[in-house]
Each structure stands twice: as structure tokens, then as C-alpha cells.
């Protein structure tokens, strides 16, 4: 069974920055494009950030500029390095393999359990 395991959620105020961490198995690291989602109450999941075996990478609108997401090839480890934190960055983040860059699904579509960030003050 796949796993993806999340950390680093949590509640921080406006401006502030927090890092998300996706821990999976080599295989899977090593094979498949990573990507954070995120959902909003009442609101569809949606793409945020994504990342190629490669290290190609893509982004939200919303998020340019202010997230940064990263691979650690040693750790097969992917990471969300989000900056300047706004209240409407308020979701539950999402970890998944397999989606493509644009967060088309493929063959593989594997997701973490979510991690919880809240912006207010």
C-alpha cells in the first residue's frame, strides 16, 4: 500500500511562513511528478504546487512568488515552503503522486491523509 505521510501544518498568523514535508517510499518518489493540493471548506480541491522527477515545477497563481515547492532526492521528501501567509491560504494541503504538473490524473494517483493550515490572527 502507497503511502504518503504530511507534516508540518499548523496555525500561523498573517505574513507568517510555515513548511509542509511529503515523506513516500523511493519508488514512488522516484518515478512520479509531486504536487500539494488544498481544499477549503466548501470549495473544490484544488492544485497549488507541483513538481516533476525532474525538478520542473508549477504553480498557483495565487501562490507565485510566495510558495516554493522542492524535492529532496536523498530523503525522497517534498517539501511546501509557503511565505508571506494570507487568511485565504486557510485548507487542508493534500501531498500526491502521480498527477501530472498541470494536476491532470494519471495512472497513478496516490494522496496523503491532509494537513491542516490555518492563517489568522
Known amino acids: 500500500q502507497v503511502q504518503l505521510v504530511e507534516s508540518g501544518g499548523g496555525l500561523v498568523q498573517p505574513g507568517g511562513s510555515l513548511r509542509l514535508s511529503c515523506a513516500t517510499s523511493?519508488?514512488?518518489?522516484?518515478?512520479?511528478?509531486m504536487g500539494w493540493y488544498r481544499q477549503a471548506p466548501g470549495k473544490q480541491r484544488e492544485l497549488v504546487a507541483a513538481?516533476?522527477?525532474?525538478?520542473?515545477?508549477n504553480y498557483a497563481e495565487s501562490v507565485k512568488g510566495r510558495f516554493t515547492i522542492f524535492r529532496d532526492n536523498a530523503k525522497n521528501t517534498v517539501y511546501l515552503q509557503m511565505n508571506s501567509l494570507k487568511p485565504e491560504d486557510t485548507a487542508v494541503y493534500y501531498c500526491?503522486?502521480?498527477?501530472?504538473?498541470?494536476?491532470?490524473?494519471?495512472?497513478?494517483?496516490?494522496w496523503g491523509q491532509g494537513t491542516q493550515v490555518t492563517v489568522s490572527s
Open positions: 500526491n503522486a502521480g498527477r501530472s504538473l498541470l494536476g491532470s490524473k494519471r495512472t497513478s494517483d496516490y
Open positions: 523511493g519508488s514512488i518518489f522516484r518515478n512520479n511528478a
Open positions: 513538481i516533476t522527477s525532474g525538478g520542473i515545477t
